[in-house]
């Protein structure tokens, strides 16, 4: 697994519920109080141990720590580069949906050897897509789910979200799009502030 990914989840861990549950998440997992650097690949079993150690730690689902590390790769202010990267996708909601097929590429643009799964929308109409995430990086679909709410809420529009499970082996997104301009979005400006 890169260290992106790895890193990621310590930062969540650390930001959303401390230092000292991260030390115990990693002994839990038997990796002892571990620091992931970001520009390391790690076997894949580590990341699923220190997951399966937070499962464990808070007494929830694996789904549900999944989602919500979706939901902190855009909200909180530590990652702010992911949100960026997303919003780049358009000026709409509908326009960072259509965005998402190229995210797997302009990942690789920023970190060549980072590898997400390929990522398939299709429109059904009227407001309904199905958003496929391919079988490289099991749970990854839940993660999507807490990036497009958050993403919702990032751009003020209202949506619905449900999980539909494994078909061929990819992870299927229902998406529902209620409204588009159901609250204010987040001030987004192409040009980073100097500061």
Not at 24 to 30: C, D, I, R
Not at 92 to 103: A, E, G, P, T, W
Request: charged letters at 25%; glycine letters at 12%; one cysteine or more.
């Amino acid at each position: 697994m890169h260290g992106l990914v790895n890193r990621a989840i310590q930062s969540f861990v650390t930001n959303t519920y401390g230092r000292a549950r991260w030390r115990s998440v990693t002994e839990a997992a038997g990796l002892g109080g571990i620091e992931f650097e970001a520009m390391l690949s790690y076997e894949d079993g580590l990341t699923d141990a220190v997951i399966d150690a937070l499962c464990a730690d808070l007494g929830v689902c694996r789904n549900d720590v999944l989602e919500d590390l979706g939901t902190y790769l855009v909200s909180h202010p530590e990652v702010e580069a992911l949100r960026r990267l997303l919003r780049f996708g358009g000026e709409s909601y509908v326009d960072f949906l259509h965005s998402l097929d190229d995210l797997p590429d302009r990942a690789r643009l920023a970190v060549s050897d980072l590898r997400l799964p390929v990522l398939e929308l299709r429109e059904e109409g009227a407001g309904r897509f199905t958003l496929t995430c391919g079988p490289d990086l099991p749970g990854f679909g839940w993660v999507m789910m807490g990036i497009l709410r958050a993403m919702a809420d990032d751009y003020g529009a209202l949506v619905m979200l449900e999980h539909d499970g494994i078909r061929d082996g990819d992870e299927v997104i229902a998406i529902t799009l209620i409204e588009t301009a159901f609250a204010k979005g987040r001030d987004f400006n192409l040009g980073a502030r100097a500061g």
